[in-house]
């Protein structure tokens, strides 16, 4: 599997990578070794969401954020990390 990250996903890891945010930085790192490992289950309550977002999914990395992805063939596309995918 390979993953790519969206460009706000890449601005998202520049802000956390910033902010000194150390227990945020392991728990993505975390997350993203648990979705090479199994997109679909593990570490970070993985959701598959429904509606606008289908097939999509979420992984929780704190209360307010979470790691949005998808899953294509063997390609995993991170589409965000910071705020909530409900945010507007």
Not at 27 to 41: A, D, H, Q, T, V
Not at 58 to 80: C, Q, T
Request: net charge neutral; aromatic share 10%; no cysteine.
């Amino acid at each position: 599997m390979e993953i790519t990250y969206s460009p706000k996903a890449l601005d998202d890891i520049e802000k956390i990578k910033k902010s000194g945010l150390n227990s945020h930085k392991q728990r993505l790192e975390r997350i993203i070794k648990s979705i090479l490992e199994n997109p679909y289950e593990g570490f970070g309550n993985p959701e598959q969401l429904k509606h606008e977002f289908t097939g999509k999914w979420s992984r929780e990395l704190s209360k307010k954020d979470r790691v949005l992805y998808m899953v294509e063939n063997d390609d995993i596309f991170i589409l965000s990390i910071l705020g909530h995918y409900t945010d507007k």
